[in-house]
Protein backbone atom coordinates (compact mmCIF):
# COMPACT_ATOMS: atom_id res chain seq x y z
CA UNK A 1 0.00 0.00 0.00
CA UNK A 2 1.33 3.77 -0.81
CA UNK A 3 1.69 5.29 1.92
CA UNK A 4 2.04 8.90 -0.16
CA UNK A 5 -0.46 9.28 -2.97
CA UNK A 6 -0.54 13.04 -5.15
CA UNK A 7 -4.05 14.39 -6.80
CA UNK A 8 -4.71 17.30 -8.36
CA UNK A 9 -3.12 16.94 -12.10
CA UNK A 10 -4.87 17.45 -15.16
CA UNK A 11 -4.49 20.05 -18.13
CA UNK A 12 -4.42 23.62 -17.51
CA UNK A 13 -4.36 26.96 -20.09
CA UNK A 14 -0.92 28.87 -19.81
CA UNK A 15 -1.87 31.35 -17.04
CA UNK A 16 -4.09 28.66 -15.12
CA UNK A 17 -3.95 27.53 -11.72
CA UNK A 18 -3.51 23.64 -10.08
CA UNK A 19 -3.53 22.70 -6.19
CA UNK A 20 -1.66 19.30 -6.13
CA UNK A 21 -2.26 17.72 -3.23
CA UNK A 22 0.12 14.89 -1.02
CA UNK A 23 -1.82 12.95 1.18
CA UNK A 24 -0.12 10.47 3.74
CA UNK A 25 -0.98 7.43 5.46
CA UNK A 26 0.66 5.16 7.97
CA UNK A 27 2.67 8.28 9.05
CA UNK A 28 2.51 11.86 10.36
CA UNK A 29 3.83 14.49 7.44
CA UNK A 30 4.76 16.50 10.34
CA UNK A 31 7.51 14.70 11.52
CA UNK A 32 9.45 14.52 7.98
CA UNK A 33 10.09 16.68 5.71
CA UNK A 34 8.53 16.20 2.67
CA UNK A 35 9.51 17.73 -1.27
CA UNK A 36 8.02 17.88 -4.42
CA UNK A 37 9.67 17.17 -7.68
CA UNK A 38 8.77 16.81 -10.89
CA UNK A 39 10.09 15.10 -14.11
CA UNK A 40 9.41 16.48 -17.52
CA UNK A 41 9.10 13.81 -20.73
CA UNK A 42 12.97 12.94 -21.29
CA UNK A 43 13.97 15.31 -18.28
CA UNK A 44 15.83 14.62 -15.19
CA UNK A 45 13.46 14.83 -12.20
CA UNK A 46 14.35 17.41 -10.57
CA UNK A 47 13.58 19.22 -6.79
CA UNK A 48 10.92 21.88 -6.54
CA UNK A 49 9.94 22.91 -3.16
CA UNK A 50 9.70 21.32 0.27
CA UNK A 51 8.57 21.85 3.16
CA UNK A 52 10.48 20.84 6.77
CA UNK A 53 9.04 19.02 10.20
CA UNK A 54 8.85 21.99 11.44
CA UNK A 55 6.87 24.16 8.66
CA UNK A 56 9.52 25.84 7.46
CA UNK A 57 9.65 26.42 2.97
CA UNK A 58 11.74 25.98 0.73
CA UNK A 59 12.09 26.61 -3.26
CA UNK A 60 14.79 24.73 -5.13
CA UNK A 61 13.71 25.70 -8.58
CA UNK A 62 14.30 29.21 -9.53
CA UNK A 63 11.76 29.03 -12.39
CA UNK A 64 8.73 28.64 -10.02
CA UNK A 65 9.84 31.50 -7.42
CA UNK A 66 7.14 33.61 -6.51
CA UNK A 67 4.58 31.32 -8.68
CA UNK A 68 4.42 28.17 -6.18
CA UNK A 69 3.59 27.73 -2.91
CA UNK A 70 4.18 24.94 -0.89
CA UNK A 71 1.95 24.52 2.47
CA UNK A 72 0.70 21.68 4.58
CA UNK A 73 -2.64 20.78 6.38
CA UNK A 74 -1.72 18.94 9.55
CA UNK A 75 -5.38 18.18 10.26
CA UNK A 76 -6.12 16.62 6.79
CA UNK A 77 -2.41 15.04 6.99
CA UNK A 78 -1.78 16.69 3.34
CA UNK A 79 0.87 18.48 2.00
CA UNK A 80 -0.48 20.92 -1.13
CA UNK A 81 1.46 22.97 -4.22
CA UNK A 82 -0.46 25.23 -4.74
CA UNK A 83 0.62 26.26 -8.96
CA UNK A 84 -0.18 29.64 -10.22
CA UNK A 85 0.61 31.44 -13.69
CA UNK A 86 1.76 27.96 -14.71
CA UNK A 87 3.63 27.90 -18.03
CA UNK A 88 4.02 25.54 -20.76
CA UNK A 89 7.28 24.37 -19.23
CA UNK A 90 5.74 23.35 -15.90
CA UNK A 91 4.76 20.55 -17.44
CA UNK A 92 5.50 16.96 -16.23
CA UNK A 93 4.82 14.26 -13.67
CA UNK A 94 5.00 15.88 -9.75
CA UNK A 95 5.93 13.58 -7.18
CA UNK A 96 5.80 13.75 -3.72
CA UNK A 97 8.29 12.13 -1.17
CA UNK A 98 9.22 11.76 2.56
CA UNK A 99 13.11 12.66 3.31
CA UNK A 100 14.13 9.06 4.71
CA UNK A 101 16.51 10.55 8.23
CA UNK A 102 15.87 14.52 8.03
CA UNK A 103 13.07 16.27 9.30
CA UNK A 104 14.84 19.45 7.40
CA UNK A 105 14.61 19.83 4.01
CA UNK A 106 17.32 18.42 1.36
CA UNK A 107 17.50 18.66 -2.29
CA UNK A 108 19.16 15.06 -3.26
CA UNK A 109 16.73 13.08 -4.28
CA UNK A 110 18.38 9.81 -2.90
CA UNK A 111 17.48 11.41 0.98
CA UNK A 112 14.14 10.82 0.38
CA UNK A 113 11.55 7.60 0.16
CA UNK A 114 8.19 6.45 0.32
CA UNK A 115 7.50 8.35 -3.03
CA UNK A 116 3.98 8.61 -4.59
CA UNK A 117 3.11 7.68 -7.37
CA UNK A 118 2.94 10.85 -9.52
CA UNK A 119 -0.02 13.08 -11.13
CA UNK A 120 0.26 14.47 -14.35
CA UNK A 121 0.51 18.42 -14.66
CA UNK A 122 -0.27 19.58 -18.43
CA UNK A 123 0.03 22.95 -19.32
CA UNK A 124 -1.04 24.15 -22.63
CA UNK A 125 -3.44 26.06 -25.13
Known amino acids: QLQLVESGGGLVQPGGSLRLSCAASAFTLDDYAIGWFRQAPGKEREGVSCISSSGGTTTWADSVKGRFTISRDSAKNTVYLQMNSLKPEDTGVYYC??????????????????WGQGTQVTVSS
Open 97 to 114: ARATFFKFCSRDLNNYDN
